[in-house]
């Protein structure tokens, strides 16, 4: 029996499956994995890192991170439903943190064109974020980027929902941004798109952050737009991607409670 205070992360996996449709339960089950693949790859913020997924049969809702679990604890059953005006939609014995369900909320208002957003403090790419020059094209991963990035500076408290709707609005029509002094923001089409893109975005920080303060290979501006071109476009990874149906069966393997 569980002590006095303990959290079961499982929740009622059945119950909750017979409450939503076969698209919820499926997208449910894809966003617990990227949380689980986030946390495999990427050292990142205790609870405070979080990914959203806007649900396609009620654009207005969203699926989001529990507030008082660890990524790697996330399942398809302790995910929480919000409303892009911050209201929790279904009943549940979870619930999401303020700095989540409003700045995902205030994303994904603000920006129809985007269903899945990741939300993320690593050591890299913090160490990026309180750089002033941003991110640099010294990779192939970075130069996916290429004048692709928002850059928020760090005046005002973004868990309000009158500073998520400023941080959403600096996004602009942009699909990242840094957050300075305070981590990333990956945004997608497709919830693979955001995933993936949050993991090349990774690689490049760290990457930079590996350089140091040594003197560094700037590619030609020809080259980086060239590169961004061809691959930093977005609507271009779905499910089909190759990237995430290799990262979704490397969560069957090593993390099979994520369906639970």
């Given at each position: 029996?569980?002590?006095?205070?303990?959290?079961?992360?499982?929740?009622?996996?059945?119950?909750?499956?017979?409450?939503?449709?076969?698209?919820?339960?499926?997208?449910?089950?894809?966003?617990?994995?990227?949380?689980?693949?986030?946390?495999?790859?990427?050292?990142?913020?205790?609870?405070?890192?979080?990914?959203?997924?806007?649900?396609?049969?009620?654009?207005?809702?969203?699926?989001?991170?529990?507030?008082?679990?660890?990524?790697?604890?996330?399942t398809a059953s302790?995910?929480?439903?919000?409303?892009?005006?911050?209201?929790?939609?279904?009943?549940?014995?979870?619930?999401?943190?303020?700095?989540?369900?409003?700045?995902?909320?205030?994303?994904?208002?603000?920006?129809?064109?985007?269903?899945?957003?990741?939300?993320?403090?690593?050591?890299?790419?913090?160490?990026?974020?309180?750089?002033?020059?941003?991110?640099?094209?010294?990779?192939?991963?970075?130069?996916?980027?290429?004048?692709?990035?928002?850059?928020?500076?760090?005046?005002?408290?973004?868990?309000?929902?009158?500073?998520?709707?400023?941080?959403?609005?600096?996004?602009?029509?942009?699909?990242?941004?840094?957050?300075?002094?305070?981590?990333?923001?990956?945004?997608?089409?497709?919830?693979?798109?955001?995933?993936?893109?949050?993991?090349?975005?990774?690689?490049?920080?760290?990457?930079?952050?590996?350089?140091?303060?040594a003197e560094l290979?700037?590619?030609?501006?020809?080259?980086?737009?060239?590169?961004?071109?061809?691959?930093?476009?977005?609507?271009?990874?779905?499910?089909?991607?190759?990237?995430?149906?290799?990262?979704?069966?490397?969560?069957?393997?090593?993390?099979?409670?994520?369906?639970?």
């Amino acid at each position: 029996m569980a002590g006095k205070g303990a959290i079961s992360i499982h929740g009622s996996s059945k119950l909750v499956r017979e409450r939503v449709s076969e698209q919820e339960w499926r997208l449910r089950c894809e966003l617990a994995a990227a949380h689980r693949l986030i946390a495999h790859f990427v050292f990142v913020d205790m609870t405070y890192n979080h990914v959203s997924v806007r649900l396609p049969e009620d654009p207005q809702h969203f699926l989001v991170k529990a507030d008082n679990l660890f990524m790697e604890q996330v399942t398809a059953s302790n995910l929480v439903k919000y409303d892009v005006d911050g209201r929790q939609v279904m009943p549940s014995d979870y619930k999401a943190s303020p700095a989540a369900y409003n700045l995902h909320a205030a994303v994904l208002k603000a920006r129809p064109d985007i269903t899945a957003a990741v939300h993320t403090h690593s050591p890299a790419n913090l160490a990026v974020s309180a750089q002033k020059q941003g991110l640099l094209p010294i990779t192939q991963q970075a130069m996916r980027f290429y004048n692709r990035i928002a850059y928020y500076p760090n005046e005002t408290d973004d868990t309000t929902r009158e500073g998520a709707d400023r941080l959403a609005a600096a996004l602009g029509d942009k699909w990242v941004m840094i957050l300075e002094n305070h981590g990333a923001l990956i945004c997608g089409k497709t919830l693979p798109e955001a995933y993936i893109y949050h993991h090349f975005f990774e690689l490049a920080c760290r990457a930079q952050v590996a350089a140091g303060t040594a003197e560094l290979i700037i590619p030609s501006q020809e080259a980086c737009e060239e590169r961004a071109r061809k691959f930093g476009r977005v609507g271009v990874y779905d499910s089909g991607s190759r990237d995430w149906v290799a990262s979704m069966a490397l969560a069957e393997k090593l993390f099979p409670d994520y369906k639970n």
